[in-house]
C-alpha cells in the first residue's frame, strides 16, 4: 500500500515553455501532498505544500506564479513549471501524507531538463 | 542556515556489521523524526520514525536513536546487507512539515 506515482518520469523542455508534472497517490486518500525539489548532491528542498481544495502554501523563495500546484482532487496535484528556464532543472519529487499520520510517501521523481 | 545535518557524506561497512548513520538538529521544536533510505533516480523510502517524546524505536534490523539533550539522531542497522546499499536521509518534522539532512550514501561491502 500507500503508493504515489509521478508523471512523467523524465522530460526535455525549451526555455519558455511551461511543464506539468503530476503526483498520484494510487491507494490511499491523500489530505496533504508535498513537493520537493533537489539539487545534485544536495538535499530536499520542501517547495510547497497543497491540501485539497485549498491553496498551495509556498515556501520562503519559491516564486508562487512560477511553479503553479493545483490540488484538485484527494488522489491528484499537479505542480507546472511555468516560462521554464535552464536554472529550473532539478530533481522534482512530490509526496502525500493520509490523514494524521507522520509518515510521507514519495511519488519517484521527476526529471526536468530545460535547453 | 541548515537546520538538519548529516555530517558524514558516506559511510561504508562489511557485511553483517553494523552500521551507524548520524544526524544533527538545531531546532529543539522539531517533535518527530524519520529516517528515509533513497536508491538513484528514485523517490525516498521511509524506514523508521521517532517521537520526540521518545528515546529509541526498532524495526527489525533497524533501531533509531533520538538525544534530545545533545539534539542528535542515529540510525543503527544490524546486520548490514548489500541491500542496504543506498543513500539514508534524516528527516525533522515541526506540524508535519520536513526538514531534510543531505544524506548519507552507505555502502556494504559484500
Known amino acids: 500500500g500507500a503508493v504515489v506515482s509521478q508523471h512523467p518520469s523524465w522530460v526535455i523542455c525549451k526555455s519558455g515553455t511551461s511543464v506539468k508534472i503530476e503526483c498520484r497517490s494510487l491507494?490511499?486518500?491523500?489530505?496533504?501532498m508535498f513537493w520537493y525539489r533537489q539539487f545534485p548532491k544536495q538535499s530536499l528542498m520542501l517547495m510547497a505544500t497543497?491540501?485539497?481544495?485549498?491553496?498551495?502554501?509556498?515556501e520562503q523563495g519559491v516564486e508562487k506564479d512560477k511553479f503553479l500546484i493545483n490540488h484538485a482532487s484527494l488522489t491528484l496535484s499537479t505542480l507546472t513549471v511555468t516560462s521554464a528556464h535552464p536554472e529550473d532543472s532539478s530533481f522534482y519529487i512530490c509526496?502525500?501524507?493520509?490523514?494524521?499520520?507522520?509518515?510521507?510517501?514519495f511519488g519517484p521523481g521527476t526529471r526536468l531538463t530545460v535547453t | 542556515d541548515q537546520q538538519v545535518k548529516q555530517n558524514s557524506p558516506s559511510l561504508s561497512v562489511q557485511e553483517g556489521r553494523i552500521s551507524i548513520l548520524n544526524c544533527d538538529y538545531t531546532?529543539?521544536?522539531?517533535?518527530?523524526f524519520l529516517w528515509y533510505k533513497k536508491y538513484p533516480a528514485e523517490g525516498p523510502t521511509f524506514l523508521i520514525s521517532?517521537?520526540?517524546?521518545?528515546d529509541k524505536n526498532e524495526d527489525g534490523r533497524f533501531t533509531v536513536f533520538l538525544n534530545k539533550s545533545a539534539k542528535h539522531l542515529s540510525l543503527h542497522i544490524v546486520p548490514s546487507q548489500p541491500g542496504d546499499s543506498a543513500v539514508y536521509f534524516c528527516?525533522?518534522?515541526?506540524?508535519?512539515?520536513?526538514?531534510f539532512g543531505t544524506g548519507t550514501r552507505l555502502k556494504v561491502l559484500a
Open positions: 528527516a525533522a518534522s515541526i506540524n508535519y512539515k520536513y526538514i
Open positions: 521517532i517521537s520526540s517524546i521518545k
Open positions: 497543497s491540501n485539497e481544495g485549498s491553496k498551495a502554501t509556498y
Open positions: 531546532n529543539s521544536m522539531f517533535d518527530y
Open positions: 509526496s502525500a501524507r493520509s490523514g494524521s499520520g507522520h509518515e510521507q510517501y
Open positions: 491507494d490511499f486518500q491523500a489530505t496533504t
